[in-house]
Every structure is written in C-alpha cells, then in structure tokens.
Nanobody, 123 residues
Framework: QVQLVESGGGSVPAGGSLRLSCEASRRSADYTMAWFRQAPGKEREGVACSSRYDTTRFADSVKGRFSMSRDNDKNILYLQMNTLKSEDTGMYYC??????????????????WGQGTQLTVSS
C-alpha cells in the first residue's frame, strides 16, 4: 500500500503558474500515477497521467499549459500548471496504481488516492 500526499495548492490570479507535488510513501517508479481534479458541483476529471515508462497523457483542457514530471529519487510526481484559468479551480488529487505499462485518465484505473490540495484561480 502506498500513501500519497499532495502539496503546493493555493490561490493564484488567472494567467499565473503553480506547481503541485505528490509525494509517495513507496518507490514511485513502481507505480503508474496521475492527477485528477474536482470542481464544486462537478464530477472528478482526469488531468494528467504518467506511466512507469515516462508516457504522459493530458486532458484536452490542459494540453499545452500543464506538464508533468517525476523525481523517482525523491518519490515525487510534479504537475506544473501554467497560464491558469478560472476553470482550473478545484481540488487536485494524486492517484496511483502499482505496476502498469501505460496510463489513462479514468479514475477507476487507480487504487490509491491522496487527500487533495486546493487550487483557486481568480479571474
């Protein structure tokens, strides 16, 4: 079992940038990992994912603005968010599943979830 702890959320103006971090309690290189978000009154949606073999996928809504990287020495997954929009506001969750060859943005694909970190983008 792996514990995931997100950090880095906050309040930023539209057009700004922020980087979220997700620290895993176990060797992150063994896990497929992803970021999800949920805005008030909306369903959770996949934002980005990272396979164990460095494949990344992004939701259409964030392509070209968000990027993701891993530091497997520190067991941390990062989500760099640029050109933020008000519609990016929400609670951001890190998720993981052991193993896997690829990644996807379906919540059902992930077994472990963090508690979330809040992002608020003001217009």
């Amino acid at each position: 079992q792996v514990q995931l702890v997100e950090s880095g959320g906050g309040s930023v103006p539209a057009g700004g940038s922020l980087r979220l971090s997700c620290e895993a309690s176990r060797r992150s290189a063994d896990y497929t990992m992803a970021w999800f978000r949920q805005a008030p009154g909306k369903e959770r949606e996949g934002v980005a994912c990272s396979s164990r073999y460095d494949t990344t996928r992004f939701a259409d809504s964030v392509k070209g603005r968000f990027s993701m990287s891993r530091d497997n020495d520190k067991n941390i997954l990062y989500l760099q968010m640029n050109t933020l929009k008000s519609e990016d506001t929400g609670m951001y969750y890190c998720a993981a599943v052991f193993g896997g060859w690829d990644c996807d943005l379906r919540g059902t694909s992930y077994q472990y979830w963090g508690q979330g970190t809040q992002l608020t983008v003001s217009s």
